[in-house]
């Protein structure tokens, strides 16, 4: 009878646990999902063009958003495209390292800014003026030396139902950035049962 217990007490201790939540892997927005940042950028989001999200703003001009969180701009640098390749799905353990490029616009001298991802929450809810999100937070940790020398983390938090990026912040730790954080005002997502 001890010997029963014994095997029957792990199984129902077992059987009380929830698994982990599933990693988040990349995907595009919906197609016509809008978000309204603080800052007043408005993205709503058109179609996805392999690792990269394009999202028009309120003007109509698109904008390329790599792996839906990083405008493919100057100020953001180059190279993440490649660099975060086999980063996703975001699980608990997901690391990645590269060299980001940004290259100045005045004199066209080009910066190598060492950078590392990692995931802090697989879920983590999230509360914005847009609502509420149950995110996956992702952070990006850039370490350049001189002539550069700067040190700033930035942190995505990404909803898991509609991919949308709902929260950014920037937190500098040596030097300064132009990079600012964000965070949603609105967000609209498109019924999928409507054609």
Same mark, same amino acid.
């Given at each position: 009878?001890? %010997? +029963? ?8 201790? +077992? ?17 016509? %999902?809008? &978000? ?7 993205? @709503? ?20 958003? =790599?792996?839906?969180?990083?405008? /493919? ?17 975001? %699980? ?12 100045? /616009? ?17 879920? /983590?809810? &999230?509360? #914005? ?34 991919? +949308?990026?709902?929260?950014?912040? =920037? ?5 300064? #950035? +132009? ?6 005002? %609105? ?5 999928? @049962?409507?054609?």
């Amino acid at each position: 009878m001890r %010997a +029963l217990l014994l095997l029957i007490l792990p199984i129902a201790f +077992l059987a009380g646990c929830t698994p982990p939540p599933p990693p988040w892997a990349f995907n595009c927005p919906a197609t016509n %999902a809008l &978000v309204r940042y603080d800052d007043g950028r408005t993205y @709503r989001f058109v179609r996805r063009d392999g690792n990269a999200c394009i999202a028009k703003d309120a003007q109509e001009q698109e904008h390329r958003l =790599v792996w839906g969180m990083i405008e /493919e701009r100057g100020l953001e640098g180059r190279g993440h495209a490649e660099g975060l390749n086999g980063f996703f799905p975001a %699980a608990a353990s997901a690391q990645s390292r590269y060299e980001a490029t940004v290259t100045s /616009e005045g004199s066209g001298i080009r910066y190598a800014f060492p950078t590392m991802w990692r995931t802090v929450a697989v879920v /983590e809810r &999230v509360e #914005t003026p847009a609502g509420n999100f149950q995110a996956t937070v992702l952070e990006r940790r850039v370490m350049a030396q001189a002539p550069n020398d700067q040190s700033f983390v930035i942190r995505y938090w990404i909803d898991r139902a509609s991919n +949308l990026v709902v929260k950014r912040t =920037v937190e500098i730790e040596r030097g300064s #950035t +132009l990079l600012r954080g964000y965070t949603a005002q %609105a967000v609209e997502i498109p019924d999928p @049962r409507r054609p």
